[in-house]
């Protein structure tokens, strides 16, 4: 079973600010089965990124996502008020597994 | 445009099954391109994967879940459900359907008490 590890668990930014999350994988796995969310209080988790680093429709080019074997990382290059929120990753091959989440929050 | 909805008891009897309905529209349940999800996510927690089925009938479980889940399609309805067996407290959760991981419903709440 592949462990999915995310850090940092909790990333505190201003508006404006650059954003990396984490991603690790216990095992190496094919990018090409690797994704992340975005999720608010009280909605469903949003698609941003595919693939690895394939941007989701409508989803704006602040958003972008890298990395390859265990490694993966999710940018989000200017916080907008909006981006507040938690983010998930995703290996959906095999058995698909969750990464625990990191929530990004108002500094 | 994909849109998903799940349905069914919002609260389920300890040692009982839970079942929801997940109606489709936009696509068909018969689409072989994709395969058809259920995720749950306990209050204030994280995300986990239940399984998928597509519609060749061909199904994955979650490791830790197999032995109490069935996910079927009704093509006649255009839906898919789950069921899961031997609930308890631990199982509470809100219950998603989702088209692949690209299309998600907006989620029912579930809770297991007597």
């Known amino acids: 079973e592949i462990v999915l590890t995310q850090s940092p668990g909790t990333l505190s930014l201003s508006p404006g600010e650059r954003a990396s999350l984490s991603c690790r994988t216990s095992?190496?796995?094919?990018?090409?089965?690797v994704a992340w969310y975005q999720q608010k209080p009280g909605q469903a988790p949003r698609l941003l990124i595919f693939?690895?680093?394939s941007r989701a429709t409508g989803i704006p080019d602040r958003f972008s996502g890298s990395g390859s074997g265990t490694d993966f990382t999710l940018t989000i290059s200017r916080l907008e008020p909006e981006d507040f929120a938690v983010y998930y990753c995703l290996h959906y091959g095999g058995s698909p597994t969750f990464g625990p989440g990191s929530k990004v929050d108002i500094k | 445009q994909v849109h998903l909805q799940e349905s069914g008891p919002g609260l389920v009897k300890p040692s009982e099954t839970l079942s929801l309905t997940c109606t489709v529209s936009g696509d068909s349940v018969t689409n072989g391109n994709y395969y058809w999800n259920w995720i749950r996510q306990p209050p204030g927690k994280g995300l986990e994967w239940i399984g998928y089925?597509?519609?060749?009938?061909?199904?994955n479980y979650n490791p830790s879940l197999k032995s109490r889940v069935t996910i079927s399609i009704d093509t006649s309805k255009n839906q898919f459900s789950l069921k899961l067996t031997s609930v308890t407290a631990a199982d509470t959760a809100v219950y998603y359907c989702?088209?692949?991981?690209?299309?998600w419903g907006q989620g029912t709440l579930v809770t297991v008490s007597s």
């Open positions: 089925m597509y519609y060749s009938g061909s199904t």
């Open positions: 693939g690895a680093s």
């Open positions: 095992q190496s796995v094919s990018s090409s089965y």
């Open positions: 989702a088209r692949f991981f690209e299309y």
